[in-house]
């Protein structure tokens, strides 16, 4: 499946996935075949980080 490119859509669809089908960052982009780094990198440029501990991205 392909991830959406547009760094907000991409953040609504991520946070969706690991909140309602996933319990790790990992396990989504495994799942999905995506790159993990591809992910971390787009959403830090929007200004989001992922805290592994609520395992969603937050803003800062």
């Known amino acids: 499946m392909s991830l959406p490119s ?3 859509m ?9 909140r309602d089908n996933y319990s790790s960052l990992d396990d989504l982009s495994a799942s999905c075949g ?4 591809s992910i971390v990198e787009k959403l ?3 200004g989001y980080s992922y805290n592994a501990e609520l395992n969603k991205f ?3």
């Open 6 to 8: 547009d760094p907000f």
């Open 10 to 18: 991409l953040l609504s669809y991520v946070n969706t996935q690991l």
């Open 34 to 37: 995506a790159d993990k780094s």
């Open 44 to 46: 830090e440029k929007a």
């Open 58 to 60: 937050i803003q800062g």
